[in-house]
C-alpha cells in the first residue's frame, strides 16, 4: 500500500519568514495530493492540493510542488503569520483506491513573531 | 452549506466499556470515511464507506471495532470493548472529491 513520509516533523520560522514542508510518497499510482492544516483541538482542513497532472499550484501564500519522478511534494508558505502556526498534513491517494488517503506523520509549524 | 456533523464531542470511558460514534456527512456526499488520529500522529483510516456499501476496511480492528451507514447517509462507529490504546480523536470525513472533516470525537479510555 501507500506510504507517505513528511519532513520535517517540527519546523519554527520567524514572521515574515517562509516554511517548506516536504513529503515523499511510495506508490507510483498515487495521482492526488492534498495538503491539510489543523489548529490544535480542531478539524483538519484542506488549504490546497494538486493532482498529478499539474506541477505546481498557487493560492496567495501558499504554494505547492509536485515532482512525480521523485515522488514527492512541497507546501510552500510564503510571508508567515502568527496565524499560520498549527499541525500541517500531507497527503496521497490513487485513483483506483476510492479516494483514500494516506497521510503524512504532520509537522507542527510555529511562526513566532 | 452545511459541514461534517459528529456526536458526541467528548466521550471518558473505562476499559472493557462500549461506545458508540455518530456522523452526519455533508448532504450529497456518497463517500464516508471514519478516521482514528492518535495524538502526534495523522489520521488512519479506520473504514470507508460508498453510500452504505464498505469500500476498504482493511484497517477495522474488525475483534471490537464495528461501523455501519444502512441508509447510505449517516453512519456510527462502535468500540466494544474498549482497549486503553483506543483512546483518540476519531474523525468523520465525507467527499464527493474532496475530503471535509468533521470536528471529531474525542475519546479517552482510562
Known amino acids: 500500500g501507500e506510504n507517505v513520509e513528511q519532513h520535517p516533523s517540527t519546523l519554527s520560522v520567524q514572521e515574515g519568514d517562509s516554511a517548506v514542508i516536504k513529503c515523499t510518497y511510495s506508490d507510483s499510482a498515487s495521482n492526488y495530493f492534498p495538503w491539510y492544516k489543523q489548529e490544535l483541538g480542531k478539524r483538519p482542513q484542506l488549504i490546497i492540493d494538486i493532482r498529478s497532472n499539474v506541477g505546481e499550484k498557487k493560492d496567495q501564500r501558499i504554494a505547492v510542488t509536485l515532482n512525480k519522478t521523485a515522488k514527492h511534494f512541497s507546501l510552500h508558505i510564503t510571508e508567515t503569520q502568527p496565524e499560520d502556526s498549527a499541525v500541517y498534513f500531507c497527503?496521497?491517494?490513487?485513483?483506483?483506491?476510492?479516494?483514500?488517503?494516506?497521510f503524512g506523520a504532520g509537522t507542527q509549524v510555529v511562526v513566532t513573531p | 452549506e452545511a459541514g461534517v456533523a459528529q456526536s458526541p464531542r467528548y466521550k471518558i470511558i473505562e476499559k472493557r466499556q462500549s461506545v458508540a460514534f455518530w456522523c452526519n456527512p455533508i448532504?450529497?456526499?456518497?463517500?464516508l470515511y471514519w478516521y482514528q488520529q492518535i495524538l502526534g500522529q495523522g489520521p488512519k483510516l479506520l473504514i470507508q464507506f460508498q453510500n452504505n456499501g464498505v469500500v476498504d476496511d482493511s484497517q477495522l480492528p474488525k475483534d471490537r471495532f464495528s461501523a455501519e451507514r444502512l441508509k447510505g447517509v449517516d453512519s456510527t462507529l462502535k468500540i466494544q470493548p474498549a482497549k486503553l490504546e483506543d483512546s483518540a480523536v476519531y474523525l468523520c470525513?465525507?467527499?464527493?472529491?474532496?475530503?471535509?472533516f468533521g470536528p471529531g470525537t474525542r475519546l479517552t479510555v482510562l
Open positions: 470525513a465525507s467527499s464527493t472529491d474532496t475530503q471535509y
Open positions: 497527503a496521497a491517494s490513487s485513483i483506483d483506491s476510492w479516494g483514500k488517503l494516506q
Open positions: 448532504s450529497g456526499h456518497a463517500t
